[in-house]
């Protein structure tokens, strides 16, 4: 019997795809707990429409991300900050005060989750910020960090 996934099921599929399933599994096992439907014309039809859908919601974010790539490109963000002797910082810089810059000086939407920039700065000087916009798309900022 033809089912479609309604939601994850261990060992049998994910979410969407399209599986055969003995009767007995899917008339006392997926059905009642609503983990698929049965494959019928309109079933496969609405599925045809909803992965259509998601295909192109994924190609719009996708280029969404790539725009946003382009225009963080060569950007340097500057980050003043109180220091001490010989250019050490009072405390560190780290990925959320790099966010907030960001979102400050270009006005683009960052997630703080997204900016990566490895250890927590506790230097003066130029690092550069790994920004994971999409799982195929990053861009890298320089970050300079200068005496308030």
Do not use: C, W
Request: hydrophobic fraction near 40%; aromatic fraction near 2%.
């Amino acid at each position: 019997m033809k089912m479609i996934l309604l939601q994850d099921v261990k060992s049998v599929g994910k979410k969407g795809d399209l599986i055969n399933a003995s009767e007995g599994y899917a008339k006392n096992f997926l059905l009642p707990r609503k983990l698929a439907v049965e494959a019928t014309k309109s079933n496969l039809n609405d599925y045809e429409l909803k992965q259509k859908a998601e295909a192109k919601r994924k190609q719009e974010e996708l280029e969404k991300a790539q725009a946003t790539a382009k225009e963080l490109e060569d950007k340097v963000v500057t980050i003043k900050v109180k220091t001490g002797g010989n250019g050490k910082l009072f405390g560190s810089v780290t990925n959320k005060e790099v966010a907030e810059e960001i979102v400050k000086q270009t006005k683009l939407d960052i997630d703080k989750k997204k900016v990566s920039i490895g250890d927590p700065i506790k230097m003066l000087g130029e690092r550069t910020a790994v920004i994971k916009l999409h799982p195929k798309v990053t861009a890298e900022v320089k970050v300079k960090i200068v005496e308030a």
